[in-house]
């Protein structure tokens, strides 16, 4: 036989198999030739409408060739053919109860019938009693349920609609304290995201589409990611059986209940302004305070930080041609430099600096763990169970605020201090020098223009770890503090609040890397540190500025560029 017969011989052999299996496929049930029995036993007639209709008798039924059929044979065990099932029953609470002696604790038998008369389980009829089965133990429980928008969907025909099966499992039931079950507090959200995060159904069922995207964006689907059990849920706002559509007076999430239900976590909240939209999601549904943070920080974060790179990026290939060509002059030591050390920060600036930075840090990779919780950085604090992210990130966070209420006492209280800081304040020299900088470093501008001591560079950046700081400390106290922003101020507060601390956290961090941390690392002049922050004196020395002030008087120390008397 040619290759080409053979290939075409197999592919037809492949055909007519996929053929087969496709028509054994859609007749499961193709009756077995029971005759025989069905002679003298009418339970033939129930057996080609169940779900065994399939199975010959003589597979269950032992010495059945032997006449008079011999008393008391054993039924036959349903774990003879259902072996995962029996399995999956014993570890369950079911499995376990009767295991422990109840004998009222439900078996094969008691939920699916009599073993002649089994309804298909992934029929409709059978989906359509399964409510009234678990009825017949958990009564109150299957009350609940008829009257919700599931139990509703189900008794209009929607076979579609969520029975118990589907949240609880069907052989394997376990405890809702059990790990492992699905309506544990971690798995609730993907249970019910099996139907709300479903595209097709909710475009079916005029569903909301975003409910699953935006409880995870929030704070309390994020908090759940990373392994908080006592946040809340679905179920802790919605009900367990009880679901019922906020219209509906008795529903937990009625305008008129949602005090009570966020209450439950949040004392007082909604008791002086309604709870507004809890499933925040960004698009049309969108609060328009919320939109215009969004937009604002949208344009803000990729202008500045383009801006920078424009800026630090041409810098640095222009001092990298220059040194190339004409070679990296050696610096003198500090205590050799015209006058006196370039002074750049004082002891106690050097404390706080220090502060500073490991709170930043730390409140930077503890905040975006938050947001990030799958990321390899982020693990190391969701490796321990509790709170232990959180639990840093307020630590943190005081020592930050501790920083910067220091700052500003220190200001007023010390006078060297003070006259220190005043070398940041801004003038119009700045936007001078800041215009012709930039200039040059685009390639607009062929004379390299001068900079003062303490120039744009360190003051843009000095006032916007002000401001950063300011905004950063009020939305994080109203985040810390979010049961009493909820019991006095509207929830949408919170969710600005929310936002605009995650924008102006993004932005800080971009800036610190780009901006910062060039400057005292990356610049070409001073690689690979500058050890100001360390031993106070700058190793960059000092270029004159565009236009230089009027010398001062020699005082008996120099900071930077101005004069400070003792």
């Not at 197999?10 to 996929?18: K, Q, R």
């Not at 060739?65 to 399995?87: L, M, R, T």
């Not at 492992?180 to 069922?205: M, W, Y």
């Not at 730390?362 to 490796?383: E, I, N, S, V």
Request: proline residues 6%.
């Amino acid at each position: 036989m040619t290759p080409v017969r053979e290939n075409a011989f197999s592919i037809g052999v492949a055909a007519a198999a996929l053929m087969l299996w496709s028509a054994a496929a859609a007749n499961p049930a193709r009756a077995a030739d029971n005759s025989a029995c069905t002679a003298c036993h009418d339970q033939g007639a129930k057996l080609e409408k169940s779900a065994h209709a399939a199975v010959a008798c003589a597979s269950c039924h032992v010495k059945h060739d032997e006449y008079p059929h011999p008393a008391n044979v054993p039924k036959p065990a349903c774990s003879q053919c259902h072996q995962g099932q029996e399995a999956d029953y014993e570890r369950g609470v079911h499995g376990q109860a009767a295991k422990g002696g109840n004998g009222g604790a439900p078996d094969c038998g008691v939920c699916h019938g009599a073993a002649h008369e089994l309804l298909r389980p992934k029929s409709a009829e059978f989906r359509g009693k399964v409510p009234d089965t678990c009825g017949m133990c958990h009564s109150e429980v299957s009350a609940q349920f008829s009257a919700s928008v599931h139990g509703q969907a189900l008794a209009k025909g929607i076979t579609q609609a969520p029975v118990c099966t589907d949240c609880h499992g069907e052989h394997s039931i376990l405890a809702p304290t059990n790990a492992a079950s699905p309506v544990h507090a971690e798995n609730i959200r993907d249970t019910c995201g099996n139907c709300h995060g479903n595209v097709k159904l909710s475009q079916r069922f005029g569903l909301p589409a975003d409910r699953v995207v935006s409880f995870d964006a929030s704070f309390h689907g994020l908090a759940a990611k990373e392994g908080n059990e006592t946040v809340a849920n679905c179920s802790s706002c919605h009900g367990v059986h009880n679901i019922l559509p906020s219209s509906d007076p008795r529903s937990t999430i009625n305008a008129k209940n949602l005090a009570a239900t966020c209450g439950k976590c949040h004392q007082g909240a909604g008791k002086r302004f309604a709870i507004s939209q809890v499933h925040v999601a960004q698009g049309r549904a969108e609060a328009p305070a919320l939109l215009w943070v969004r937009q604002f920080y949208l344009l803000l974060i990729p202008l500045t930080i383009g801006l920078m790179l424009l800026h630090n990026g041409g810098d640095w290939v222009r001092k990298l041609l220059r040194l190339r060509s004409n070679g990296i002059p050696a610096r003198r030591p500090n205590n050799e430099l015209p006058g006196r050390p370039n002074v750049r920060m004082l002891g106690f600036e050097r404390l706080e600096h220090a502060l500073l930075v490991i709170s930043f840090v730390t409140l930077a990779w503890t905040g975006f763990a938050l947001k990030y919780p799958d990321q390899w950085w982020a693990r190391p604090l969701l490796l321990r169970e509790g709170n232990l992210r959180s639990i840093v990130h307020r630590i943190a966070a005081a020592v930050f605020i501790a920083v910067s209420v220091t700052h500003v006492i220190s200001l007023v209280a010390n006078r060297r201090l003070r006259r220190h800081w005043m070398e940041l304040i801004p003038n119009a020299q700045d936007a001078r020098e800041a215009l012709a900088n930039f200039s040059y470093n685009v390639g607009l501008r062929s004379s390299r223009p001068g900079r003062s001591a303490h120039s744009y560079i360190e003051k843009a950046e000095y006032w916007a770890v002000v401001w950063g700081a300011m905004v950063m400390i009020l939305t994080g106290l109203m985040l810390w503090g979010n049961n009493l922003m909820l019991a006095l101020f509207p929830k949408l507060w919170l969710d600005v609040a929310t936002s605009v601390h995650f924008y102006e956290a993004l932005l800080a961090t971009l800036a610190i890397v780009v901006w910062h941390f060039y400057t005292v690392i990356f610049d070409p002049e001073v690689y690979p540190m500058d050890t100001a922050w360390l031993t106070g004196v700058s190793v960059k020395e000092t270029e004159p500025p565009l236009a230089p002030a009027a010398p001062a008087e020699e005082e008996p120390e120099t900071i930077g560029s101005r004069t400070i008397s003792r």
